[in-house]
């Protein structure tokens, strides 16, 4: 199944390759479900960018091939969307209109396998065919090399350890992990927590397919990155490296399921932080095992690393009984940002020309993927200080569904204004793509890059710069049809405001520096209904 929830979307591939015939048939019968939570997840995710949400899911017989499969399936979207004449006379098309599709990496989607889609596009003949597979090895981003979803996870687990009271530039903090030390976002996690607080991070367990390990000194950091590096999973872990009373277990010992199935429950740290796993792992029928001896959650945090390991009502009881819940809507949407970048300098250069710039690119996504992750972070922060008994997980949901009501408000609306306000947010368009991009390109963006495209890049980029800022409880009462209107204004409000900013900076007021700031940082919509005399 591949599942969208607007015509531009995007979202990953995943192969699912059960073991056995009894799995396969669990599996086959919730394949839609799996595929459509997803790509809902994904359009709660996608808030940042120009794309709605999306997610491909592909059953693979025990006895089939992953990569077969997967050719398969990508050949039969190109039969949908490629401008061959030949083919398109045989597709019944009831939508009448060119769509854009892009496509991921997740499950079991390796870069030998990205690298034919790109490669099979091109033959094809499908007519921006980097495009259309993005976490590229060469002329892209690869997220495990260089763990964009990670960079994101651990500013949100960063700011949430700081709303609980740990503030992890000086105190010693704990965590565990589900995903293995060869994983993409728990590798590159073990990564960036070695590189931004060094000893002062214990990782005290870490679960994955092979089996677990735990350490309650905390898992030697030289030993994991050594894993990582070498893609190893945790059972390769080197025993001589644990404390007196580590352990590593594998899913062949006698209690190594047991262990490993359990280690996120039985653990106790200040963080969870999961990573890898199925899909409702973690539900309503089993919650309660989180939960210590005294009723309280076995970690303080939980930072969702990993899409859909805690179900709704989870989530809902866990926060109930005093677990911060950093949703991973909110929490690893890094990931789908910087394939958005990569696929929209796929739509301006050529491979060549990418590579040329390359470095400096994702230097620069990399610095965007962590502001765009702590403005939000910052947002929920600042909700959970306002609103402590509310669950944050539902905060995350509204902030993304208020967002998705902006920009679809801007977009139904978009042929009502003038020619002043298109131009207008074209601005957001020059703010949101990396530098160097603008800089190789130039007025080429505006030609290069499809009209729709750059339409939803500046509402996303409004609707994202409000709710930021702002919050959502004023925009939630407001009808949908009123909605571009306010964006539209509070647009000019902020370009006023910058202007007094200015003005007052370089004026010989005393205090102007207290002044400026109190100016700048102040809410916009509170001044929205004022009318002043020139």
């Known amino acids: 199944f591949h599942i969208r929830f607007r015509d531009i979307a995007r979202g990953g591939v995943r192969a699912i390759h059960p073991r056995g015939v009894e799995q396969f048939a669990r599996e086959q019968e919730r394949l839609y479900d799996e595929a459509y939570n997803l790509a809902f997840a994904q359009q709660l995710k996608n808030k940042d960018i120009p794309e709605g949400g ?99 996870v651990v500013v949100f687990l960063d700011t949430a350890l700081r709303a609980v009271g740990i503030n992890p530039d000086q105190d010693t903090f704990t965590v565990k992990i589900t995903g293995g ?30 089996g677990c390990g735990e350490d309650p000194d905390g898992l030697d950091h030289v030993e994991l990155l050594r894993l990582f590096k070498e893609s190893l999973p945790i059972a390769e872990f080197d025993r001589t490296k644990l404390g007196q009373h580590g352990n590593i277990a594998t899913i062949d010992d006698p209690e190594g399921v047991h262990l490993r199935n359990t280690l996120h429950d039985r653990i106790e740290a200040d963080a969870f932080i999961p990573c890898g796993g199925r899909p409702a792992t973690m539900h309503g029928g089993n919650w309660k095992n989180f939960l210590k001896e005294d009723g309280t959650p076995s970690a303080k945090v939980i930072v969702e690393g990993a899409n859909l390991f805690l179900t709704p009502d989870a989530r809902r009881e866990l926060s109930n009984v005093g677990a911060l819940i950093l949703k991973d809507s909110s929490a690893n949407k890094c990931g789908v940002i910087c394939s958005s970048f990569e696929i929209g300098a796929c739509m301006l250069i050529d491979e060549v020309e990418f590579m040329e710039i390359k470095e400096e690119f994702v230097r620069q996504v990399l610095s965007r993927l962590r502001d765009l992750a702590r403005a939000e972070a910052e947002l929920l922060a600042r909700l959970h200080q306002h609103h402590p008994h509310s669950p944050l997980p539902e905060m995350s949901i509204r902030i993304s569904k208020i967002m998705s009501r902006v920009s679809d408000s801007l977009i139904a609306n978009w042929n009502d204004m003038g020619e002043t306000q298109q131009q207008e947010l074209k601005r957001l368009v020059i703010e949101h793509l990396p530098p160097v991009l603008i800089q190789r390109v130039g007025d080429a963006l505006w030609t290069k890059m499809p009209d729709t495209y750059l339409q939803w890049m500046m509402a996303k980029s409004l609707a994202a710069r409000i709710v930021y800022r702002e919050g959502f409880e004023y925009l939630e009462t407001m009808e949908d049809a009123d909605l571009a209107g306010l964006a539209l204004r509070y647009l000019d409000l902020e370009e006023e405001r910058e202007t007094l900013t200015k003005a007052i900076l370089s004026s010989d007021l005393q205090y102007k520096d207290r002044i400026a700031a109190l100016l700048h940082d102040a809410g916009i919509f509170s001044t929205m209904g004022r009318r002043h005399k020139k």
């Open 181 to 210: 030390p060869d994983g993409d976002v728990a590798g590159n996690g073990i990564r960036i927590l070695n590189r931004e607080y060094g000893d002062r991070v214990k990782i005290l367990g870490i679960a994955d397919g092979s």
């Open 54 to 152: 999306s997610k491909a899911a592909i059953l693979v017989h025990p006895h089939g091939r992953v990569s077969r499969s997967v050719k398969a399936f990508v050949n039969s979207i190109l039969d949908l969307i490629t401008p061959d004449q030949a083919t398109t006379s045989k597709v019944v098309d009831r939508l009448n209109h060119k769509e854009l599709i892009y496509l991921g990496p997740d499950e079991n989607i390796t870069p030998k396998l990205i690298d034919w889609v790109v490669d099979r596009a091109r033959r094809r003949g499908y007519p921006m065919p980097t495009a259309l597979m993005s976490s590229k090895p060469g002329a892209g981003i690869n997220h495990k090399e260089f763990g964009v979803t990670s960079e994101g």
